[in-house]
């Protein structure tokens, strides 16, 4: 008689339930359509995920390469940045660090050599996660060890506290472990694998831990990247402002040049004309900011010349801006004032209206690699106290010399004799006005400081 089961299954209909089980999973799963169908959706979800990183996050831009920028430091995308790291620890270890196809050839040949093994190495016949605690315990590592290799890639190496610790957290901890694994605790207990696993991904994240906290970073030298035409533009503005108004003025419109040692009386080409603009391409606008104009007396400007000169990208806005300000056939788009408008009454200050206009038209003269009297418009104090005449300029004196100067008048300085600055014409009466009103109100350097004060100017005769 059969035997039945108590809720009415007997014995022979197991056998054949198990008997159909253990085929189906003898047979497997197919590759088509089953294992193309997880793969595509897998694929889809990983597309939609990067779409909407691209969409939302973005990338970073890079200035343009520049093939003269010796200071460029290549690194590679951050997939490999883990590999990167793994190289430069490398080479702090003694002997083994010089031998370089060491560490870019045989080890990673061994790694990957070590994942086409690992089904012999662990050839158990069961599937299920508990069962298979070595190779993931080895892929555990591998893992942890990736990610603090990738977030301590910015961190530099050397004979240091933080780099002995990197050298310990990313090469010496994780190699230790797989030796242990692999020849030690193979045959061991499922626990003392998962311990050697655990105990060595806390060590590698605590030493990574430990190294980012510790190393200060310098400041930023990363150089800003303009993307729309508006901020190239601007771009362009500044660095025109004080790498080129001294010889070709504000407006680009000079043919003498003046006030400008070695150089005074040279006659040049508008730079603004049709004749430059509409001749010269931009690789050729360029190529004449990077080389220079040696029998014209102008200096190259680019990194491959000049160690302080601009990069590429620099020099590219700089055209950007010529094109449209100055160049007919480009539409020039709204740009905002130069400097915030002042209502009636209201106090201009150092921080929001004068270092604007002082950017735009004193600082290509008046800056720490030129001369001109020692007078320095760089910053708030070096215009109130800097220069062989000082003080340039006093609060509520409309007849200092640096008033005079920008007024259009001569200023007469112990028996020597200024021009009227700026040298290559003249300041717009808006922005003359700006000066009289701060100098009127008694030079407020910050917005706070101007607006702490009453709102009525005082009057400013000329």
Known sequence: MKSTHKFGMNNETKEKIKKRYDQILTRGERFWPDSIFKDAVMALAIFLVLVLLASFVGVPVEPKADPSD?????????????????????????????IEWLATVIIPTIAILLLVVMPFIDHKSERHYSKRVLPISIMGILVVSMVTLTLMSDVPTGPTLVGALQTIGGLVIPSLAYILLLFVFKNMSNKTMIWTAGITAALMIGFCGAVLALYQAPPSTTETVATTVVEQIQAGQQLYSVNCVECHGDDGKTTTIKGVKGLEG???????????????????????????????????FGKAYNAQGLSKSEMGYIVVFMRYMWDDRFEKPTLKPLYPPLAAGEIPSYEAQIKPIVDRYCVSCHRPQKVNRSYLMDTYDHILKSGD??????????????????????????????????????????????????????????????????????????
């Open 70 to 98: 010796t200071s460029y430091i290549p690194r590679p995308e951050w997939y490999f940045l883990f590999l990167f790291k793994f190289l430069a620890l490398y080479g702090q270890i003694p002997l083994l660090g010089k």
């Open 266 to 300: 040279k006659q040049i080409f508008a730079i603004n004309s049709k004749d430059v603009l509409n001749t010269l391409d931009d690789p050729a606008l360029e190529g004449v900011i990077a080389y220079g104009r040696p029998d014209a007396g102008m200096n190259p």
């Open 389 to 462: 005449d000082a003080p340039n300029v006093t609060a509520g004196d409309m007849n200092s010399i640096l008033m005079q100067l920008i007024q259009g008048q001569r200023a007469v300085v112990s028996g020597d004799g200024i021009d009227a600055m700026p040298p290559n014409g003249k300041l717009p009466a808006d922005v003359v006005d700006v000066f009289k009103r701060w100098v009127a109100a008694g030079m407020p350097n910050t917005a706070a400081d101007a607006k702490a004060l009453p709102t009525a100017v005082p009057t400013a005769k000329p």
